[in-house]
Nanobody, 120 residues
Framework: QVQLVESGGGLVQAGGSLRLSCAAS????????MGWFRQAPGKEREFVAA????????YYADSVKGRFTISRENAKNTLYLQMNSLKPEDTAVYYC?????????????WGQGTQVTVSS
């Protein structure tokens, strides 16, 4: 079972950049497709970006396409989210997500979240 710990959140002005990291431990990192989700106050958790186990395939929400980049470094068991051109509407708690599929069963794992606040 993998444990996920996010870091890198903080307060930034609109137009600025942040890089989030997610350190994985306790499992085989390459067994997991990874992703980022976020949840703003009063809203449901929403998908931000995802990446395949090899890093060869990525997916983005339309709202972040062209501004955010997801990547992973399997040798370091670490997932990243580079966020550029940040907007106030990007303010949310960002969660790292890992998904493993085993004989048709899906297993989901979440980090504790890291706060990102973008001031206007």
């Amino acid at each position: 079972q993998v444990q996920l710990v996010e870091s890198g959140g903080g307060l930034v002005q609109a137009g600025g950049s942040l890089r989030l990291s997610c350190a994985a431990s306790g499992g085989t990192f390459t067994d997991y497709a990874m992703g980022w989700f976020r949840q703003a106050p009063g809203k449901e958790r929403e998908f931000v970006a995802a990446i395949s186990w090899s890093g060869g395939t990525t997916y983005y929400a339309d709202s972040v396409k062209g501004r955010f980049t997801i990547s992973r470094e399997n040798a370091k068991n670490t997932l990243y989210l580079q966020m550029n051109s940040l907007k106030p509407e990007d303010t949310a708690v960002y969660y790292c997500h890992g998904k493993r599929t085993d004989y048709g069963h899906e297993y989901d794992y979440w980090g504790q979240g890291t706060q990102v606040t973008v001031s206007s």
